[in-house]
């Protein structure tokens, strides 16, 4: 039995009819990333009102969970749903009373509300909640023991995992031990039988208990006070013939299983020092949480019955980068169907573990990238998108690419307001920096970079592309910047490339470059055929995509034709110079001067800007330059001529491309919210 779907109602951010949440989990691990403020967290409060969680401890209902429109009177009832699918026989027999079969298959709805009765949080009776079963709702109601074995474990965001793992009334230690049979298993103590080759190792925990009480009744120490207690005072206190005596005594009073958990209880788990081998070692928070939520899941995937459910918002805290990889392999092995056995020589009954279903909520992008796209679910304006297969624009081979080049610094985009999308490092570089020029701070408006390397454009575009967008659609814009990769005709010969229609090595499909003449012989037939191209590139544009194209051929060659060709020109020669300005065997001023006096050479002899930006951009095709680091020192010559005044923010942004520009306002709007169907839990 799993936690297959729930529908949130009326709390918090989450509204009524098409504002309502509908989320569905996997079997294994569902993640749940996105920004802050989209409801992340409230998907997990949920989820312990409804199902309560194993801790006991209270969930008290706030006045402001009640939903508060932006138009209109606060909501008076709260209805949270939750679908329970994939039940097993003995899930069924225990839970009989309360089944729904969708046609063949059996399911458990449990409905939770919460309705005011006054507006006075004070007041005794403030607000009425009960819990039914059924599909409507319209089934009986759920007792304490069922709403026990639907209980989730929980683990909050700061948890204090040293506290947990100490002994104490009701430990998590003792409530994990208590499911191992060997705990149980030895001989009961007999004092009757108490013989020098007595072997303690041979008796139970309850036995080494009672042994135990036997040895310190026996102690010298403890009969002298119980002595000294009984002669010097309580003698002189009694009554004729009725004389007070007492007894100290070690206690172990009870049954054997509560004797057994009074052990248990007394027992902690803490980590071993490496080196000393004690176990107070000096570990963090982070070893500590480890260690906590390997506690967790023994416990669940030991417990003969109950749900074996876990949810754990932000699971990444204090945790470094590798050790959060390592605890999204730990927590995808745990739900897998079948565990390993622990030792071959162990009974297969002592080792099994059962698959526990994890729910989380993280912000980690490292975390995000280890975990497959099938198995997240964004979190947006107070809505779920499932990025599974068949829930969005990407096909099987999409998810096969993304599972081996989605990394940590392409997986911020779950987290951000908008997204662009670029095929190198230049434009990775340049485009903030662009961006805050012209007053839109990527950062400020919550925009992610994703460099692709040139590959995979459109894949990482239709990751947030639904497949049915009548279903409802992502507001988060992602720009898409392509090269337009077609040159003017005077470059291939400043580039030293082959410009010959009848060499067979270049010709046809064959040829690794274009040039504006292989797109027509006259205007009107080039303009169409070079429509058609850009239209290609941007194929895939729809919903909340839009691709945007180069304007004449790539990025640098473009910038230049805009009118940065100085600038551009004096920051590749800083670049072809990085090592002896780093090593100071050059000097920046120096290097400045030289370039421009080599653009004002230049600027006479070329007879067109088209050749004028062929030879600036031949510097990157030799590899005299860098294309990255030309971007890191275009910015800082740019940000130089702001702070001398030698160019204004307007001269810059009237100088840029004006596809860049346009993919960074696109980038930077805010889209607007439409209407939506929310969906239920069917």
């Given at each position: 039995?799993?936690?297959?779907?729930?529908?949130?109602?009326?709390?918090?951010?989450?509204?009524?009819g098409?504002?309502?949440?509908?989320?569905?989990?996997?079997?294994?691990?569902?993640?749940?990333?996105?920004e802050?403020?989209?409801?992340?967290?409230?998907?997990?409060?949920?989820?312990?009102?409804?199902?309560?969680?194993?801790?006991?401890?209270?969930?008290?209902?706030?006045?402001?969970?009640?939903?508060?429109?932006?138009?209109?009177?606060?909501?008076h009832?709260?209805?949270?749903?939750?679908?329970?699918?994939?039940?097993?026989?003995?899930?069924?027999?225990?839970?009989?009373?309360?089944?729904?079969?969708?046609?063949?298959?059996?399911?458990?709805?449990?409905?939770?509300?919460?309705?005011?009765?006054?507006?006075?949080?004070?007041?005794?009776?403030?607000?009425d909640?009960?819990?039914?079963?059924?599909?409507?709702?319209?089934?009986?109601?759920?007792?304490?023991?069922?709403?026990?074995?639907?209980?989730?474990?929980?683990?909050?965001?700061?948890?204090?995992?040293?506290?947990?793992?100490?002994?104490?009334?009701?430990?998590?230690?003792?409530?994990?031990?208590?499911?191992?049979?060997d705990?149980?298993?030895?001989?009961?103590?007999?004092?009757?039988?108490?013989?020098?080759?007595?072997?303690?190792?041979?008796?139970?925990?309850?036995?080494?208990?009672?042994?135990?009480?036997?040895?310190?009744?026996?102690?010298?120490?403890?009969?002298?006070?119980?002595?000294?207690?009984?002669?010097?005072?309580?003698?002189?206190?009694?009554?004729?013939?009725?004389?007070?005596?007492?007894?100290?005594?070690?206690?172990?009073?009870?049954?054997?299983?509560?004797?057994?958990?009074?052990?248990?209880?007394?027992?902690?788990?803490?980590?071993?020092d490496?080196?000393?081998?004690?176990?107070?070692?000096?570990?963090?928070?982070?070893?500590?949480?480890?260690l906590?939520?390997?506690?967790?899941?023994?416990?669940?995937g030991?417990?003969?019955?109950?749900?074996?459910?876990?949810?754990?918002?932000?699971?990444?805290?204090?945790?470094?980068?590798?050790?959060?990889?390592?605890?999204?392999?730990?927590?995808?092995?745990?739900?897998?169907?079948?565990a390993?056995?622990?030792?071959?020589?162990?009974?297969?009954?002592?080792?099994?573990?059962?698959?526990?279903?994890?729910?989380?909520?993280?912000?980690?992008?490292?975390?995000?990238?280890?975990?497959?796209?099938?198995n997240?679910?964004?979190?947006?304006?107070?809505?779920?998108?499932?990025?599974a297969?068949?829930?969005?624009?990407?096909?099987?081979?999409?998810?096969?690419?993304?599972?081996?080049?989605?990394?940590?610094?392409?997986?911020?985009?779950?987290?951000?307001?908008?997204?662009?999308?670029?095929?190198?490092?230049?434009?990775?570089i340049?485009?903030?920096?662009?961006?805050?020029?012209?007053?839109?701070?990527?950062?400020?408006?919550?925009v992610?970079?994703?460099?692709?390397?040139?590959?995979?454009?459109?894949?990482?575009?239709?990751?947030?592309?639904?497949?049915?967008?009548?279903?409802?659609?992502?507001?988060?814009?992602?720009?898409?910047?392509?090269?337009?990769?077609?040159?003017?005709?005077?470059?291939?010969?400043?580039?030293?490339?082959?410009?010959?229609?009848?060499?067979?090595?270049?010709?046809?499909?064959?040829?690794?470059w274009?040039?504006?003449?292989?797109?027509?012989?006259?205007?009107?037939?080039?303009?169409?055929?070079?429509?058609?191209?850009?239209?290609?590139?941007?194929?895939?544009?729809?919903?909340?995509?839009?691709?945007?194209?180069?304007t004449?051929?790539?990025?640098?060659?473009?910038?230049?034709?805009?009118?940065?060709?100085?600038?551009?020109?004096?920051?590749?020669?800083?670049?072809?110079?990085?090592?002896?300005?780093?090593?100071?065997?050059?000097?920046?001023?120096?290097?400045?001067?030289?370039?421009?006096?080599?653009?004002?050479?230049?600027?006479?002899?070329?007879?067109?800007?088209?050749?004028?930006?062929?030879?600036?951009?031949?510097?990157?095709?030799?590899?005299?330059?860098?294309?990255?680091?030309?971007?890191?020192?275009?910015?800082?010559?740019?940000?130089d001529?702001?702070?001398?005044?030698?160019?204004?923010?307007?001269?810059?942004?009237?100088?840029?491309?004006?596809?860049?520009?346009?993919?960074?306002?696109?980038?930077?709007?805010?889209?607007?919210?439409?209407?939506?169907?929310?969906?239920?839990?069917?």
């Amino acid at each position: 039995m799993y936690l297959s779907a729930l529908v949130v109602n009326n709390f918090r951010q989450f509204g009524d009819g098409q504002q309502e949440l509908m989320i569905r989990f996997n079997k294994g691990v569902t993640a749940l990333v996105g920004e802050n403020d989209a409801g992340k967290s409230s998907v997990i409060d949920a989820l312990r009102l409804v199902l309560q969680t194993r801790d006991g401890e209270f969930v008290r209902l706030q006045p402001e969970d009640f939903h508060i429109p932006k138009d209109g009177p606060q909501a008076h009832q709260i209805k949270i749903v939750a679908k329970f699918s994939d039940l097993s026989t003995a899930d069924q027999g225990a839970l009989s009373e309360y089944i729904t079969f969708n046609g063949q298959e059996a399911v458990v709805y449990v409905h939770w509300t919460a309705r005011r009765l006054n507006d006075e949080p004070l007041a005794r009776r403030w607000v009425d909640i009960a819990v039914r079963s059924g599909h409507s709702g319209g089934g009986p109601s759920l007792d304490v023991n069922v709403r026990q074995l639907l209980a989730a474990a929980y683990l909050r965001p700061l948890r204090d995992a040293e506290r947990e793992m100490s002994p104490g009334r009701g430990s998590r230690l003792s409530q994990v031990l208590k499911n191992f049979p060997d705990i149980k298993r030895g001989a009961d103590f007999d004092a009757a039988q108490l013989l020098a080759d007595l072997d303690p190792a041979t008796l139970s925990l309850a036995g080494l208990a009672e042994y135990l009480r036997h040895l310190v009744n026996l102690h010298g120490g403890v009969k002298k006070a119980q002595r000294t207690i009984n002669e010097n005072y309580l003698s002189h206190l009694g009554l004729d013939g009725d004389d007070l005596h007492s007894r100290i005594n070690f206690v172990e009073g009870g049954s054997e299983s509560s004797r057994l958990r009074q052990i248990l209880e007394r027992l902690e788990l803490g980590l071993q020092d490496q080196q000393s081998g004690d176990t107070q070692g000096t570990y963090g928070l982070g070893s500590n949480n480890l260690l906590f939520m390997a506690c967790e899941l023994l416990l669940l995937g030991r417990e003969p019955d109950g749900l074996p459910l876990l949810l754990i918002e932000e699971p990444e805290a204090h945790l470094h980068p590798q050790r959060q990889l390592r605890l999204m392999e730990f927590l995808e092995a745990a739900a897998k169907p079948i565990a390993p056995k622990l030792e071959e020589s162990e009974p297969e009954e002592a080792t099994q573990q059962r698959p526990v279903q994890v729910i989380l909520t993280t912000h980690s992008p490292n975390l995000s990238s280890k975990i497959a796209l099938n198995n997240l679910v964004l979190m947006h304006r107070h809505k779920a998108y499932s990025l599974a297969e068949q829930q969005t624009n990407l096909d099987a081979t999409d998810y096969r690419f993304l599972a081996r080049f989605l990394d940590v610094t392409k997986a911020n985009l779950f987290f951000a307001r908008g997204v662009v999308i670029v095929e190198g490092d230049g434009e990775a570089i340049l485009l903030p920096a662009l961006a805050k020029i012209m007053g839109r701070d990527f950062t400020r408006h919550g925009v992610s970079v994703v460099n692709v390397g040139g590959t995979g454009l459109g894949r990482y575009s239709r990751i947030l592309q639904r497949a049915k967008p009548e279903d409802g659609m992502l507001h988060i814009p992602v720009a898409r910047i392509a090269d337009m990769d077609v040159m003017p005709d005077c470059a291939p010969a400043i580039l030293g490339l082959v410009d010959d229609d009848n060499d067979p090595r270049w010709f046809g499909k064959h040829r690794r470059w274009k040039a504006m003449r292989h797109f027509g012989d006259n205007k009107e037939t080039r303009d169409e055929a070079l429509a058609a191209r850009r239209a290609m590139l941007k194929s895939d544009d729809a919903q909340n995509v839009q691709t945007f194209v180069a304007t004449h051929w790539t990025l640098e060659y473009d910038l230049a034709y805009a009118g940065l060709a100085k600038q551009l020109l004096v920051a590749a020669r800083l670049a072809a110079n990085d090592d002896a300005l780093n090593l100071e065997r050059k000097q920046a001023n120096e290097v400045v001067q030289a370039a421009e006096a080599e653009f004002e050479q230049l600027r006479q002899s070329t007879d067109s800007r088209a050749h004028l930006c062929s030879h600036i951009y031949s510097l990157f095709t030799s590899k005299t330059a860098s294309k990255a680091i030309t971007a890191q020192y275009l910015v800082e010559v740019l940000e130089d001529c702001l702070q001398h005044q030698v160019l204004s923010c307007e001269q810059i942004v009237d100088w840029l491309p004006g596809y860049l520009t346009e993919a960074i306002i696109y980038a930077t709007t805010r889209l607007e919210l439409a209407q939506e169907p929310a969906g239920d839990a069917s």
